[in-house]
C-alpha cells in the first residue's frame, strides 16, 4: 500500500515563507507532484519531482529527498490568492497509471 | 485549447437512480482519468484511459460504478443504483503520454444523493 502523510493546516502572514512538507510510504516510487486546489475550484498542477533536489517554479520551489521518503513545497512572498489547499501526489511502481493523493494541506495566508 | 470540462456540474439525484456524467479531456491528450473527491479530502483514483482502452480501475470501486471512452475522446462516468455514500465531488483529468504526474482537471460534477 502506499500512504502520504501532511500536516492539516498552516497559517502565514502576506509576504511570509511557508514549507509545507509531505512525507510518502510507497512500494516503489517515480516521483512527487504538488497539486493546488481553491474552494470550489480544480486542482491545479504546480510542480513534480522526480529527482532529489530542489525546483524552482517563480516564487513557488518543491524539494524531495528520496532516501528520506519526505518533500516539500515551498511558498515565498506570500500572497491572499495563495490561501487554498495543498495536495502532494505519488506515482509508485505498484501503481504506476496513477497518482495517489495525500489529504491536503489547508494554507490560510492572513493579511 | 479549452481544457477539461465536465456536464453536469451539479447533480442532485434520490437513492437508488442512475446517473451519468460526461468529461471532455483537453483534445491533444490521451490518457483520461476519474477521481473522486469528498470533503476534506485529496482526489481518490477511479480510473484511468489511454485512449479507449480502460486499463486500470480502483478495487475500491464498486460493480455500479463504470466509465467508458468509446472512441478515445470524451468519457462517461455512470452510477448505478446510487447511494447516499456516493455523495462527492467527481473530477476528471487528463495528460499527455508520459505524465502521469502532470494533470490537468476539470471542474468536478457535484453529486448529491438524497
Known amino acids: 500500500g502506499q500512504s502520504l502523510e501532511q500536516p492539516s493546516e498552516v497559517t502565514a502572514v502576506e509576504g511570509a515563507i511557508v514549507q509545507i512538507n509531505c512525507t510518502y510510504q510507497?512500494?516503489?516510487?517515480?516521483?512527487l507532484s504538488w497539486y493546488q486546489q481553491h474552494d470550489g475550484g480544480a486542482p491545479t498542477f504546480l510542480s513534480y519531482?522526480?529527482?532529489?533536489g530542489l525546483e524552482e517554479t517563480g516564487r513557488f520551489s518543491s524539494f524531495l529527498s528520496r532516501s528520506d521518503s519526505y518533500g516539500y513545497l515551498l511558498l515565498q512572498e506570500l500572497q491572499m490568492k495563495d490561501s487554498a489547499s495543498y495536495f502532494c501526489?505519488?506515482?509508485?511502481?505498484?501503481?504506476?497509471?496513477?497518482?495517489?493523493f495525500g489529504s491536503g494541506t489547508q494554507l490560510t495566508v492572513l493579511p | 485549447d479549452t481544457g477539461v470540462s465536465q456536464d453536469p456540474r451539479h447533480k442532485i439525484t434520490k437513492r437508488g437512480q442512475n446517473v451519468t456524467f460526461r468529461c471532455d479531456p483537453i483534445?491533444?491528450?490521451?490518457?483520461l482519468y476519474w477521481y473522486r473527491q469528498t470533503l476534506g479530502q485529496g482526489p481518490e483514483f477511479l480510473t484511468y484511459?489511454?485512449?479507449?482502452?480502460?486499463?486500470?480501475k480502483s478495487r475500491l470501486l464498486s460493480d455500479r460504478f463504470s466509465a467508458e471512452r468509446p472512441k478515445g475522446s470524451f468519457s462517461t462516468l455512470e452510477i448505478q443504483r446510487t447511494e447516499q455514500g456516493d455523495s462527492a465531488m467527481y473530477l476528471c483529468?487528463?495528460?499527455?503520454?508520459?505524465?502521469?504526474?502532470?494533470?490537468?482537471f476539470g471542474p468536478g460534477t457535484r453529486l448529491t444523493v438524497t
Open positions: 519531482n522526480g529527482l532529489d
Open positions: 510507497t512500494s516503489g516510487f517515480y516521483g
Open positions: 484511459f489511454q485512449n479507449e482502452a480502460q486499463l486500470e
Open positions: 483534445s491533444e491528450h490521451n490518457r
Open positions: 483529468a487528463s495528460s499527455l503520454a508520459g505524465t502521469i504526474y502532470e494533470q490537468y
Open positions: 501526489a505519488v506515482r509508485s511502481l505498484s501503481s504506476a497509471r496513477q497518482l495517489t
